[in-house]
Antibody
Framework: QVQLRESGPGLVKPSQTLSLTCTVS??????????WNWIRQPAGKGLEWIGR???????NYSPSLKSRVTMSVDTSKNQFSLELSSVTGADTAVYYC???????????????????WGQGTTVTVSS | DIQMAQSPSSLSVSVGGRVTITCRAS??????LNWYQQKPGKAPKLLIY???HLQTGVPSRFSGSGSGTDFTLTISSLQPEDFATYYC?????????FGGGTKVEIK
């Protein structure tokens, strides 16, 4: 079955750029009606959606992070990536990648839940 | 942004008890409402999608209802493995947003 795994540095200095990659295994990032997400969760707190990317490379970002977020997809490597610039301590969190399920009904693209998640990777912003 | 108000924030329930968690959206989201279960140190797990559809492999004691702005997750008979935090999420519009979570604890 499809599995996702996040990778990247666990420690990032303030003002620098956080870079994470999600590797998809057991299936192709190019197949099916899916959208690929990044979500984060500060310790002891709730879930925050960062953004999503499609296999086409089209993206949607959370407005609260939009000025600092860049997502990309590499279909040849079956990976998608997150960059978050100018990080502060408020960006310290567990970062998850997740597959979102979509379905085209008529002319409408319907967004359903996120059915496959990575295990999460802890990123700490500290000097 | 669509705000998701989830209640209660926590509850204590005995094994075998019935659990009802509600989620209210700040504007109509049709049926674009999903429910997740998260255990400590683990990634969330999709339980219910599109308000009422049970994700493959999820026990039938979990059910979802509602449409528009008001939604409910019900666990008909709580099992020991169900003690966890539950989140609702809307996928109607960007940014996708989650409720604040409901922690279900052992009574």
């Amino acid at each position: 079955q499809v599995q996702l795994r996040e990778s990247g540095p666990g420690l990032v200095k303030p003002s620098q750029t956080l870079s994470l990659t999600c590797t998809v295994s057991g299936g192709s990032i190019n197949s099916g009606n899916y959208y690929w997400n990044w979500i984060r969760q500060p310790a002891g707190k709730g879930l925050e959606w960062i953004g999503r990317i499609y296999r086409s490379g089209n993206t949607n970002y959370s407005p609260s992070l939009k000025s600092r977020v860049t997502m990309s997809v590499d279909t040849s490597k079956n990976q998608f990536s997150l960059e978050l610039s100018s990080v502060t301590g408020a960006d310290t969190a567990v970062y998850y990648c997740a597959r979102g399920v979509g379905a085209i009904i008529g002319t409408v693209y319907n967004y359903y839940g996120m059915d496959v998640w990575g295990q999460g990777t802890t990123v700490t912003v500290s000097s | 942004d669509i705000q998701m108000a989830q209640s209660p924030s926590s509850l204590s329930v005995s094994v075998g008890g019935r659990v009802t968690i509600t989620c209210r959206a700040s504007q109509t989201i049709s049926s674009y409402l999903n429910w997740y279960q998260q255990k400590p140190g683990k990634a969330p797990k999709l339980l219910i999608y599109a308000a009422t559809h049970l994700q493959t492999g999820v026990p039938s004691r979990f059910s979802g209802s509602g449409s528009g702005t008001d939604f409910t997750l019900t666990i008909s008979s709580l099992q020991p493995e169900d003690f966890a935090t539950y989140y609702c999420q809307q996928t109607s519009s960007v940014p996708l947003t989650f409720g604040g979570g409901t922690k279900v604890e052992i009574k």
